[in-house]
């Protein structure tokens, strides 16, 4: 077991085999001291998180490993007695115990490589040096609540009742195979169409949601209404890349049946509609986050749309920048053809920390709390995982987004979130979309017919994955 355990960390190829079944207790002492760990630790009481963690009685050291300082800035911000090294950025104190960021950025995959070789390493490590808390994301999240590193909330102390106010599909992306709870988030990702108010206002004659939404509320209208764009000289989003997500999120089958690759046929909608469009020149194909896909967050670039959650326009589109359509409170959001989400963050707890009731109370505070949570959606501009807060604070007529022009997009987000399927996940989700998108660009820019780039798509796939055929 111990064999195929610490492969299926290295490669998500490994973990179908994991999953079948890997052999006796007696073959894994790690993953049995794990479970006899936390059943010593629930020997003590832990009915309910305390304002201030009797951490003494654990260790010294909270280490934490993620991918940017998204989380940092929140528990800086907002968990209770958390205070600031002023000599040290990485590092912080909460009561007695040192906090240790471990911070290693997402590009060429650097942060799960630099978490795998870590965790691999957690049975034998000194107590002030193992993983304490560990995040991940919604495309890789079955690679770690699959495995024993993660351990059960449950374990923690944190039970359904703490965890009622959460919105259920935060929930099932981090429940392992076993039905067992192995992380949670503060954060909800539902997402929305963000369109340019100047551009609205001169192609349709008005900027006003719901009148925008009747322009984009099915595929059909929307590649009608990206003609009457294209005419006036916008393109309706900056690439066919920005509706991938929205197609992806309403599958209604899995990227794997058994053991072979299946395409569903809203993938091959995306397919057809994108074709369509770059043809007719109406939305490019460059990567996100690229310089190209990018340009469309000033005016001068010509975008109408950009699909995304409340993180996406409050971070990643240039908002502080002058000039930007989001600095002027340019964008607004409506609904668009179908709701999806994109995104999340989530904390998992490491086997074999020595502060677990530090780390449930941080779990409870920056989770659980609903005053912590209205902070963050005030200060932070996020959406929170809280059904209370957040409805609350859509029907706050005092709360707006300068971003949105003054918009309070929050019901959006509510209605949206509600609808969320997240039944066809599975883990090789990843690995089939980035490879997908990779090999349709071949179609899309003329330099494959479609057979050619599914053929591509399949051979990445497989030589990805060696288990799976097509």
Not at 229 to 238: E, N, T
Request: net charge negative.
């Amino acid at each position: 077991m111990k064999k195929k355990l610490l492969s299926a960390i290295l490669s998500v190829a490994m973990i179908a085999s994991l999953l079948a079944g890997c052999g006796g207790k007696g073959e894994e002492p790690q993953a049995a001291s794990a479970e006899t760990e936390t059943q010593t630790q629930e020997q003590e009481p832990q009915e309910e998180a305390s304002d201030a963690v009797e951490a003494s009685e654990e260790g010294k050291v909270l280490n934490i490993y993620c991918w940017n300082d998204e989380f940092k800035r929140r528990i800086e911000d907002h968990y209770p007695g958390y205070e600031k090294d002023s000599g040290d950025a990485t590092k912080g104190t909460i009561g007695d115990v040192t906090v240790v960021w471990n911070i290693t950025p997402n590009q060429d995959n650097a942060y799960q490589n630099n978490l795998d070789e870590t965790l691999l390493k957690q049975a034998d490590a000194a107590a002030d040096s193992k993983i304490d808390i560990f995040l991940i994301e919604a495309d890789y999240a079955l690679k770690y609540v699959d495995t024993e590193f993660t351990m059960a909330v449950s374990d923690l102390g944190v039970t359904e009742a703490d965890l009622a106010n959460q919105y259920q599909y935060t929930k099932d992306v981090v429940t392992d195979s076993n039905g067992v709870l192995k992380g949670v988030s503060w954060q909800g990702c539902p997402c929305v169409m963000f369109y340019s108010r100047e551009a609205a206002k001169e192609v349709f004659g008005t900027d006003d949601p719901a009148e925008v939404q009747s322009y984009v509320s099915d595929w059909d209208k929307f590649n009608e209404t990206a003609a009457t764009l294209k005419a006036a000289g916008y393109s309706i989003v900056s690439s066919v890349n920005d509706t991938y997500r929205v197609y992806s999120n309403n599958v209604t089958s899995k990227w794997v049946d058994g053991n072979k690759i299946n395409i569903d046929a809203n993938i091959m909608k995306w397919v057809e509609d994108s074709k369509a469009l770059v043809d007719a020149g109406q939305a490019g194909t460059h990567d996100l986050w690229s310089d190209d896909w990018s340009k469309g967050f000033y005016p001068e670039g010509k975008v109408f749309a950009y699909f995304g959650p409340a993180w996406l326009v409050n971070f990643s589109m240039a908002a502080d920048a002058q000039g930007s359509i989001g600095n002027a409170g340019g964008w607004a959001a409506t609904e668009g053809p179908q709701g999806f989400f994109w995104g999340g963050t989530w904390i998992c707890a490491a086997t074999g920390t020595d502060n677990a009731s530090l780390v449930k109370d941080i779990m409870l505070q920056m989770t659980c709390n609903e005053e912590i949570m209205k902070e963050i959606v005030v200060d932070d501009d996020d959406f929170v995982n809280n059904k209370p807060a957040m409805e609350a604070m859509a029907a706050d007529s005092s709360y707006s987004s300068k971003i949105l022009g003054g918009q309070n997009p929050l019901g959006m987000y509510c209605a949206g979130v509600e609808g969320l399927d997240l039944s066809n996940l599975s883990i090789y989700d990843q690995g089939c979309n980035e490879e997908f998108q990779r090999a349709m660009k071949n179609y899309f820019d003329g330099n494959a017919s479609l057979e050619e780039a599914l053929d591509l798509f399949y051979k990445a796939v497989v030589e990805k994955y060696p288990e799976l055929t097509y």
